[in-house]
């Protein structure tokens, strides 16, 4: 019981919510990178919200089902294939043995998830099923989805289908604003750079990935050249020497020596990760009490 990779993929990844309480030892956190179709595939599906899914990174990846089962595809706008029968995404699908499961052009975003009820069947590594490929982690052999391979899943027959409201269905935009709490670093830039920050706009270069997302624009000065290094959270923006912020997202390197001028609220990060390069990029301040509280609403929404 499975589904069987057709074509071979050029970025697709199995992932969940990452691996924690390990950083001390050099391993990352990983795990999806928008969070909330991530999670909005698991509520459709009626899974446990940490189960696992695959992470589609660019178009055209083809299954094979060889099992009755249910799945959903969320996050970026794209097409969608049963049977060559063109599908809506962000709802569930019954699938039988024998169908083809296509995921065609991404239109707009950058990352699509596809779900199974119950998941996939593979073995979790420091509690995990997230890939890291850096750290040869997670997935299947540590690596991105290949051509043949068998992603194991159970049995299921579904009589109704779920789907979400369409005013719940994220638009993708090429300008983003990113919410900020300042870091307990800011004292090392001086108030004209830190307005500088939150008055300009950068553009997301090409150095964007899983690890992080750099920007160009305004250059941020420092008084310091750099930090002993320390842990990086979610969202951290380190300022190189050349001044051009850096996002550190989901498989980032677990310390770092540059300083931190803030962090972008994480459900802004899930945001951020279906964004292109030359995407606009404006930051705002905001107090980690009110952060806290939008992160809080957030993960409530799906209980």
């Known amino acids: ?6 074509n071979s993929p050029l970025f697709a990844t199995l992932q969940d919510q990452g691996r924690f309480s390990y950083t001390h030892i050099g391993v990352t956190n990983s795990g999806v990178m928008d969070e909330y179709s991530y999670l909005v595939a698991n509520k459709i599906l009626g899974n446990k919200l940490d189960t696992n899914i695959i992470e589609i990174s660019f178009s055209n990846v083809e299954f094979k089902s060889n099992v009755n ?27 039988k043995v024998g169908d083809s499961i296509k995921i065609g052009k991404i239109l707009e975003g950058s990352r699509v998830y596809l779900g199974v009820k119950g998941g996939f069947d593979i073995n979790k590594e420091f509690g995990s099923n997230s890939t890291t490929i850096k750290e040869n982690l997670g997935g299947i052999d540590g ?9 194991p899943c159970d049995t299921f027959v579904q009589s109704h289908n779920t789907r979400l409201k369409d005013t719940f269905i994220p638009k993708y935009e090429n300008e983003l604003e990113l919410r900020v709490v300042l870091s307990y670093q800011d004292e090392f830039f001086p108030k004209e750079q830190i307005e500088k920050f939150f008055s300009s706009s950068y553009i997301i270069s090409n150095e964007f990935n899983r690890m992080g997302c750099k920007l160009k624009g305004e250059a941020i000065s420092c008084d ?7 842990g990086i959270s979610f969202g951290a923006i380190q300022i190189p020497s050349d001044g051009q912020p850096i996002i550190l997202l989901k498989d980032r390197q677990t310390i770092g020596g540059y ?45």
Request: a positive charge; aromatic letters at 8%.
């Open 69 to 95: 089962t249910v799945i959903a595809i969320t996050g970026s706008s794209c097409e969608f294939f049963i049977n060559g029968v063109s599908k809506n995404t962000w709802q569930s699908h019954n699938i």
């Open 1 to 6: 019981m499975s589904l069987e990779i057709i």
């Open 143 to 151: 690596d991105r989805l290949k051509k043949s391979q068998i992603l």
């Open 224 to 230: 310091i050249n750099g930090i002993i290094s320390e």
């Open 259 to 303: 300083p931190k001028i803030g962090s972008v609220l994480s459900i802004d990060c899930f945001k951020l990760a279906q964004a292109k390069p030359s995407c606009k990029i404006t930051f705002k301040p905001i107090e980690i009490k009110e952060a806290q509280e939008k992160v809080r609403e957030f993960y409530s929404s799906f209980n």
